[in-house]
Structure formats: C-alpha cells, structure tokens
C-alpha cells in the first residue's frame, strides 16, 4: 500500500509554505520600515489556508465558464494585500516597525509548531514503515 504524503500530512505541509512567505513579506516591511513612500503589505494566511484546505479535502469551487463569479476571496492565492495604517507618517510610509516585529515574531512561533509538527508526523511514518 502506498503512502499519499498529502493524506498524512494535511495542511500543514501548506501551512509552513504560507508562513515562509509571510515571514519574507514581513522582513521585507520591517527592511522598508524607514523608505518615504513605503507601502506596509501582508499576505491573507487565513484564505491561503482555506485554499489549500479546499484543495487537500478535494472539495473546491472552479471556475468553469468566463461569465461565472469569481468565488475566490482577495489574498488567498498568496498575492500581497496592502495594509490599513493605524497612524501613517508624514512621508507617506504605513510601516510601524513595532507592530511589524510582533506580527513576524509571531509568524516564526508558527512556523516552528507547524516545523515541529510536521516533524513528528514524518517520525510517526518512519516509525510505521520501519514496523516499530
């Protein structure tokens, strides 16, 4: 019987993808922190997820004719949104640098369960197909 990695491992192969990325756009915010004119930008992890949920349980809307409705919500395929400033500075930048560390410190907390996760699921297969 064959193993379908995509069953044992769900979403959280997705997952870490989406906090990879997250955390490239979050450094690239924190790098641009002081640009005049610098635009903060964000990806929607919530509708990747739901994406890559859809896609994992097979049960996804498509699109099969021009004159259908998008169903596809903004960001889910990962496209950078931009971000709502609280309080944007005089030269135009909406990055602020403190809320930009906590959301990418909070990423990387993430992404190391989602890391530790997928680790133990690979030990759990290893485990199997060795028969321990």
């Known amino acids: 019987?064959?193993?379908?990695?995509?069953?044992?491992?769900?979403?959280?192969e997705h997952a870490l993808q989406a906090r990879v990325q997250r955390a490239e756009v979050l450094a690239n915010n924190l790098a641009n922190a002081d640009t005049?004119?610098?635009?903060?930008?964000?990806?929607?992890?919530?509708a990747m997820m739901q994406k890559a949920q859809a896609s994992v349980s097979g049960i996804a809307?498509?699109?099969?004719?021009?004159?259908?409705?998008?169903?596809?919500?903004?960001?889910?395929?990962?496209?950078l949104l931009y971000?709502?400033?609280?309080?944007?500075?005089?030269?135009?930048?909406?990055?602020?640098a403190q809320e930009e560390q906590s959301r990418f410190m909070r990423n990387a907390m993430?992404?190391?369960?989602?890391?530790?996760?997928?680790?133990?699921?690979?030990?759990?297969?290893t485990k199997a197909i060795t028969g321990e």
């Open 61 to 79: 809307m498509s699109k099969t004719h021009h004159g259908h409705m998008d169903t596809s919500s903004p960001g889910s395929d990962g496209e």
């Open 1 to 12: 019987m064959a193993i379908s990695f995509d069953k044992a491992l769900g979403i959280h």
């Open 36 to 46: 005049p004119g610098f635009k903060a930008r964000d990806i929607d992890f919530q």
């Open 110 to 125: 993430d992404y190391q369960a989602s890391f530790q996760f997928l680790s133990s699921k690979f030990a759990g297969l």
């Open 83 to 96: 971000r709502t400033p609280h309080q944007p500075s005089l030269d135009g930048n909406t990055v602020d």
